[in-house]
Every structure is written in structure tokens, then in C-alpha cells.
């Protein structure tokens, strides 16, 4: 979309995120460091992203369904892809088609893969996902140390070991030594097979759980994986909103849908060309009085932080803007909604929710512009 048609304009640092995963990678102790890519690469776009990070050395990437795995594939023709999600019945031949491999974290789907490789005559790598706490996907602990008595197991090869933490973002929740524990008893009944623990959080454990490979995935973004300590990544988003419209709203007058915003004196409205249905979340919306210290959105406007008014509405955002000096601020100007104090965990809090959900939902409608080499 031409940035001069657009409501708001989504930039990607390329450059940033292939830094981000080198600064993982060097905080990996030696293992391998993957990239999740799911999610369209946490909203900055597959093909634009597995090339980047391939260039910066990475070689292995995840993603949650087979489509992003075969989009990864073709702008990754050498890269190792699995499909976290599981074997769905039936796709095993769309995995080999697209030399794939399956994250397997049931018996059935262990026996369905394994039965395909004895039919094809061809052991294929696949990887096994054991639950130690989050009970969500996977084999129980007690199934993962029963794994090297099963023969579908020597019908295929068992590439990776894989968990997944519950809070490794919370350093000192005692669930993540349960958790390494639990790994580490069912990898050692499999020796020989490679393993991995750590998300992005988890890299920057005390304890360590590298083992011979990490997956992360939203510090890769330019999310913060040590909440209680300074962010080491480097910003890739920068999202910017057009001002469609500047108007006074007289005191006692209120703004947006339902009147849930409330002038005390007279206040100056910017309205900005971004609503929910550009994925800025309608949790961000600003319910009371002006003046008010409340948790909802803000955007930056010629360089002052300035607080939403209203609620957010499909298309359209209102900003209280009475602060900025009027000709600092015009029609057609674009304000910052993602970027410098606003970083991703910022913007996530004040919707009430996460900057995993800030990126993944950085809608289509934005003219995007990718900083750094691309293809």
C-alpha cells in the first residue's frame, strides 16, 4: 500500500532483528540458536524475516502450522523447519513434499509418523514434545521416559528433544527447576538425541537450560525476555498513525462511543486513521475523565506523550492532544503508537494484555517499509 494512502504506517528493522538474534545466540552458551517464525513472524512478515535471520547464520526455524511451513520453505530452501502444532491425520506426505518435519506429542501421532516412514521404507526426522507443566501439548513425563522401549521409535529418526516452559519470564518461579528436571530425566534416557528447553526467556535463566539448541521467538522482535531488567533487544517495530482530524471539544463534552470519555474544560481532539480493525487492541481505550491518570492507550505527538480519549472504534482512535502546541501538530501529520517509550511491553500493558499480542495482531491495512537488507 503507497504510505501516502495509508492510515498508518508499519516500519521493520531487519537489521534489528538479525542483531537480536545474534545477541541470543551469544547468550546461548554454545548451543544452537533457532528463530520462531509463527505468526507471520510475529506480524513482520515470513518472507521478509527468515531471509534476514538466515543471512545473520540462523539455520533452524519453528512455526505453528504446516502453511507457514511451506511459506518458510520457499524463502528458506536449505532452512530445518518444524511445525510445532503437531501431525495433523493425513499430512504426513505434505511434510516430506516440503522436507518438513513434525513436532510429534502424542502417541497417535508417533505411531502415525512412524507408520508412514515404514510405508515410504524411509526413516524421516521428526521431533517429540514432552509436557512438563504447561498441559498443553505433549507426552506426559512419565510417557517421554518410556519412549526408548517403543519400536515405532526406530522407525524414524528422532531429531529433537523438545518442552516448552510455563514462566520462564518469572527468574525465580520455582516451577522453572521443576521443569528443567523433568527435561532432563527424559533426555537422559534418550542419549544421542538433541534437546531443547529455553524460549527467549528462558536463554537468560541462571540456571542455564540451553542443552544443544533454543527457540526464541518474541525477544527476536524486540520483546523484553528479562521483564525485571532492562530490555537487551533492540526496537524492530515502528508503527505511526495518521491524524485524520483536529477539533475542540468544548468542557462537559464527551468523545466516542458510548460517552465514555469526559472533557473537564476545553480539550483538543486528534483523531488518528488506526482502530481494532488495524489490530490495535479496543482494550486500549480510555473510559473516564480528562486529566485522569488511567491505564489505556498513548501515542507520541511531536515528541510529548499524549493519552487516548475514548474508546477505540474499528477504524479510528481519539487522542487528547491539548498539551502539544498547536503548531506542532497538524492534519495529515503521523503520530508514534509503537515505538521509542512506547516500546511493544508498554503498548501491551497499557491494552491490558502482552506485546506478543500487540505484534502478532499489526494489521494488513498499514503501508509497510522494511529498514535493512531484505530477499
Not at 503498548?347 to 505484534?359: C, D, M, N, S, W
Request: hydrophobic share 40%; aromatic share 6%.
Amino acid at each position: 500500500m503507497p504510505k501516502e494512502t495509508a492510515g498508518g504506517l508499519l516500519h521493520i528493522d531487519l537489521s534489528a532483528l538479525a542483531s537480536n538474534w545474534r545477541t541470543l545466540r551469544d547468550n546461548a552458551g554454545g548451543a544452537e540458536a533457532a528463530a520462531v517464525v509463527k505468526a507471520d513472524a510475529y506480524g513482520t512478515g515470513i518472507e521478509q524475516a527468515v531471509p534476514a535471520l538466515a543471512r545473520a547464520g540462523c539455520r533452524t526455524f519453528f512455526v505453528a502450522h504446516l502453511s507457514e511451513a511451506i511459506r518458510v520453505r520457499a524463502v528458506g530452501p536449505d532452512a530445518t523447519i518444524y511445525v510445532l502444532n503437531g501431525l495433523f491425520p493425513g499430512t504426513s506426505p505434505v511434510y516430506v513434499e516440503h522436507k518438513l518435519r513434525p513436532v510429534l506429542g502424542s502417541f497417535e501421532e508417533i505411531e502415525e509418523w512412524a507408520a508412514f516412514c515404514r510405508s515410504q521404507g524411509q526413516k524421516r526426522e521428526a521431533a517429540i514434545h514432552v509436557d512438563t507443566g504447561m498441559n498443553r501439548l505433549g507426552l506426559t513425563v512419565a510417557h517421554g521416559l518410556t519412549l526408548k522401549d517403543r519400536a515405532e521409535c526406530t522407525d524414524f529418526e528422532v531429531a529433537l528433544l523438545m518442552s516448552h516452559f510455563v514462566s520462564a519470564e518469572e527468574s525465580d518461579n520455582p516451577l522453572n527447576i521443576r521443569q528443567i528436571e523433568s527435561f532432563k530425566a527424559v533426555r537422559e534416557t534418550l542419549p544421542g538425541v538433541r534437546a531443547s528447553l529455553a524460549n527467549s526467556s528462558g536463554i537468560f535463566l541462571k540456571e542455564k537450560p540451553h542443552f544443544d539448541l533454543v527457540r526464541p521467538g518474541y525477544a527476536l522482535y524486540g520483546g523484553n525476555p528479562t521483564p525485571d531488567h532492562d530490555n537487551p533487544m533492540s526496537a524492530v517495530v515502528n508503527l505511526e498513525a495518521r491524524i485524520v482530524q483536529l477539533r475542540w471539544v468544548e468542557e462537559n463534552g464527551t468523545v466516542g462511543y458510548n460517552a465514555r470519555w469526559l472533557a473537564l474544560g476545553r480539550r483538543r481532539i486528534a483523531t488518528l486513521s488506526v482502530g481494532y480493525a488495524d489490530g490495535y487492541p479496543r482494550s486500549a481505550s480510555a473510559r473516564g475523565k480528562s486529566g485522569e491518570e488511567l491505564l489505556a492507550g498513548m501515542v507520541v505527538v511531536a515528541g510529548r506523550l499524549c493519552p487516548f480519549a475514548g474508546n477505540v472504534s474499528m477504524d479510528l482512535i481519539t487522542v487528547d492532544v491539548t498539551d502539544v502546541p498547536e503548531k506542532d501538530i497538524q492534519r495529515g501529520d503521523t503520530v508514534t503508537m509503537i515505538g521509542g517509550s512506547l516500546d511493544l511491553d508498554e503498548v501491551g500493558r497499557r491494552a491490558g494484555t502482552i506485546g506478543y499480542e500487540i505484534l502478532t495482531n499489526l494489521g494488513r491495512r498499514y503501508a509497510r517499509s522494511y529498514r535493512g537488507k531484505q530477499g
